[in-house]
């Protein structure tokens, strides 16, 4: 897999019927290891464990309905309430972020209500605060650790 300006660790793999696998530190199982997946498993690993947000409250590819479409979204975090905290947009490598790929956490991001979205494809972050009131989007240069945010 191609290297990514997140931190390294130690992931697991297995190959099983001529397919790599990677285990998944919040479903706890291997799952098919994608380009996407590849930077979805080293987000996870920066939230939890350099920035101390609970493996106990993320979700991955969870369903979200926006209008009459079903979509999932890549990666929730939850606060020790249950709301919505931050919502992951994870791209694979060789895919650019652009305006588009913007747009699909945003428009994701109002049915669910995150205070804090990302936006990622292994090398390039980009991380937004989402003021509760006016529901105005401020870039911000990192995500807050979870004890930042006070919860």
């Known amino acids: 897999m191609e290297q990514l300006s997140l931190p390294a660790y ?9 397919k790599k696998f990677i285990l998944d530190q919040v479903r706890r199982k291997y799952v098919v290891l994608t380009p996407e997946e ?20 993320m979700s991955v590819e969870r369903g979200t ?8 979204t890549d990666l929730r975090v939850y606060s020790t309430e249950g709301s919505p905290l931050l919502l992951v947009e994870c791209k ?19 049915t669910i209500g995150a205070p804090f979205l990302m936006v990622s494809n292994g090398r390039d972050h980009y991380c ?18 979870f004890q930042e945010i006070g919860l």
């Open 10 to 18: 130690s992931y697991k793999l297995k190959d099983s019927e001529g």
């Open 92 to 110: 694979a490598v060789h895919v650019p972020i652009t305006e588009a790929t913007v747009r699909q956490v945003a428009v994701y991001n109002q």
């Open 38 to 57: 590849w930077v979805r498993q080293h987000i996870i690993h920066l939230l939890h464990t350099h920035l101390n947000y609970p493996l106990s409250l």
């Open 128 to 145: 937004w605060h989402v003021h509760n009131e006016t529901k105005q989007i401020t870039p911000i240069p990192v995500l807050p650790s």
């Open 65 to 72: 309905k926006y209008n009459t479409l079903q979509k999932r």
